[in-house]
């Protein structure tokens, strides 16, 4: 059973680059009200899709480096990183359905 995960600056390199398995990263922020309607969909999808894929979040006032390092200009933004490179993003709170297509792109 699958749970979304708080990824730091620190933590970004070890959880998300080196993971063996594809990660899809919400990057968002407190004050976001679209991030708030996405975060319970994500952890729907994270027990739903378990081990197939994990989904971390980052807070991008509090871990302000990864968030410029991949360029996130608006919240939420959704990136899916797999072998340690992004493969597929969005930005914008989007319906479930999408996010799963997201997901199962990059599988």
Request: charged content about 25%; aromatic content about 6%.
């Amino acid at each position: 059973m699958g749970t979304t995960k708080a990824v730091t600056d620190a933590s970004f390199t070890s959880d998300v680059l080196q993971s063996e398995t594809p990660v899809l990263v919400d990057f968002w922020a407190e004050w976001c009200a679209p991030c708030k309607k996405v975060s319970p969909l994500l952890e729907e999808i994270a027990n739903e899709m378990g081990d197939r894929v994990r989904i971390v979040k980052v807070n991008i006032d509090e871990n302000p480096e990864t968030a410029r390092a991949y360029r996130v200009m608006s919240v939420p933004t959704l990136t899916v990183f797999k072998g340690g490179q992004p493969v597929q993003s969005v930005a914008g709170a989007r319906p479930k359905g999408d996010l799963v297509k997201l997901i199962e792109a990059a599988l």
